[in-house]
């Protein structure tokens, strides 16, 4: 491009655009970024959670391409030119446990319905309106799936619309409701450009899409950014959501100096606590591990500690040991992939994650991509492989379930904290 940068503007969520420990990221960001550096260009990122704006600020060309998770409905492409689909979302309706389940959208006439404003939902809803007029709801402006549910939750509205990609990543975060009715299903999630444009960028845009998917890049993102959350269980996200409000508090400042002075992200180290311990700091094993960190006598004395069940000691060797382990990865190995075989390593040892490194590439795969990686760990307990390696057999399948966790755990905590930071777990109707 003659500027040298392609300008995406999207929405701010756990779908589409946000910050972890490793900086901007996302399924929408990573797959932008792709692009640009296919280009050669920097991108530059524009975040809006105004539909509306999104789509004019296409039209008059502040914005190169939106990824914002959008989906290709027919009264958008009057006006947008959608790219091929990258993926593809359920419309659902979310609920109280307490509320009525639907049978059909019907059903919703006589209750309080609300949805972003100029989303794809409220086209559906206006087209049941057609056989239902008595349905009615109310479009919110700038609502993110976040503010709509806390509405739900706190009865302020009986049913809201989501999409079941962020569903799935937040549903954790709210015991208390369910999206059991389906609206649609295989809705397209595509770029958006402006149709007057010249076609060059979005014939570039459809190559790459396009060998995206072919090459399996597509599929890799949507492994990364929701693999690790198809396992889902009511009450371990009740006990999580009272642990976060009743536990971490107390420790929070001890996760984030032992984070600083180790170079972590605190809510990755509070990660690892919660999956060890549940943040008790009297939790001990049958094996005779104990504390916050669930330490050995051997790594409490490796790192100089001398009490296991003291909060800020636990905290701190806690961290400096997963540092160490962290170290020993290969700094080519690029993030995120390096800090989860960390953990992998953490948990079964740096050994066997290299025997599962070297299967990986004698199968063909990337020995320095996580999602290659725990793919071989499982087989690892079987001895037609692990006679062939150099550590033998080892439980491979539960570090890919202890790092499958704490990714969960992290997630929840990002995303509950950027809720918190940007005011984003309330909106008021009108």
Same mark, same amino acid.
């Given at each position: 491009?003659?500027?040298?940068? =392609? ?17 901007? &990221? ?66 659902? !309706? ?106 060059? =960028? ?15 890049? &597509? ?102 040991? =997963? ?76 570090? !890919? !379930? ?11 905590? !990002? ?16």
């Amino acid at each position: 491009m003659d500027r040298g940068e =392609l300008v995406v503007i999207t929405r701010p969520s756990n779908t589409t655009y946000y910050e972890d420990q490793h900086g901007e &990221t996302g399924m929408e960001f990573e797959l932008a970024k792709g692009f640009a550096d296919s280009l050669g260009v920097k991108l530059k990122v524009l975040e809006s959670d105004d539909l509306s704006y999104i789509r004019y600020a296409i039209r008059k060309g502040t914005a190169d391409i939106a990824a914002a998770g959008l989906v290709v409905t027919p009264e958008r492409t009057e006006s947008l030119r959608f790219s091929t689909p990258y993926q593809q979302v359920d419309s659902l !309706v979310a609920r109280r446990l307490d509320s009525p389940r639907l049978r059909d959208l019907a059903d919703l006439a006589g209750h309080t319905v609300a949805v972003p404003a100029g989303s794809s939902h409220a086209e559906m809803l206006i087209q049941a309106q057609l056989e239902t007029p008595e349905l009615e709801f109310i479009e919110v402006e700038d609502a993110t799936p976040e503010q709509l549910l806390a509405l739900v939750e706190d009865g302020e509205v009986d049913y809201t619309l989501i999409h079941s990609n962020s569903y799935a990543l937040q549903r954790a975060l709210w015991p208390d409701l369910i999206a059991d009715y389906t609206v649609a299903t295989d809705m397209p999630l595509a770029w958006a450009f402006n149709p007057k444009d010249d076609k060059s =960028l979005y014939l570039a845009a459809q190559r790459f899409l396009t060998q995206a998917k072919a090459d399996g890049t &597509t599929a890799k993102l949507e492994d990364r950014f929701y693999g690790h959350v198809e396992y889902f269980n009511l009450y371990a996200a009740r006990s999580f959501m009272r642990h976060l409000e009743e536990r971490l508090p107390r420790y929070e400042e001890l996760f984030r100096s032992a984070a600083d002075d180790n170079e972590f992200d605190w809510r990755l180290l509070a990660a690892v606590a919660y999956q060890e311990s549940l943040w008790d700091p009297g939790a001990i094993s049958p094996t005779g591990v104990k504390g916050l960190m669930m330490l050995t006598n051997d790594t409490a004395r490796q790192m100089g500690i001398s009490d296991r069940t003291d909060p800020e000691q636990s905290i701190r060797a806690g961290a400096a040991y =997963l540092r160490r382990v962290h170290a020993k990865i290969p700094d080519r190995i690029p993030e995120p992939s390096r800090t989860w075989m960390a953990l992998a390593s953490y948990n079964v040892g740096f050994g066997h994650l290299e025997d599962a490194r070297v299967l990986t590439q004698r199968q063909g795969g990337d020995p320095d991509n996580w999602q290659d990686v725990k793919q071989r760990l499982p087989m690892l307990a079987k001895p037609a492989y692990a006679e062939q390696l150099k550590y033998g057999t080892a439980r491979g399948g539960q570090a !890919v !379930v202890y790092v499958r966790h704490i990714r969960r755990y992290y997630d929840l905590l !990002v995303w509950a904290e950027n809720s918190r930071r940007r005011d984003d777990t309330r909106v008021a109707l009108h």
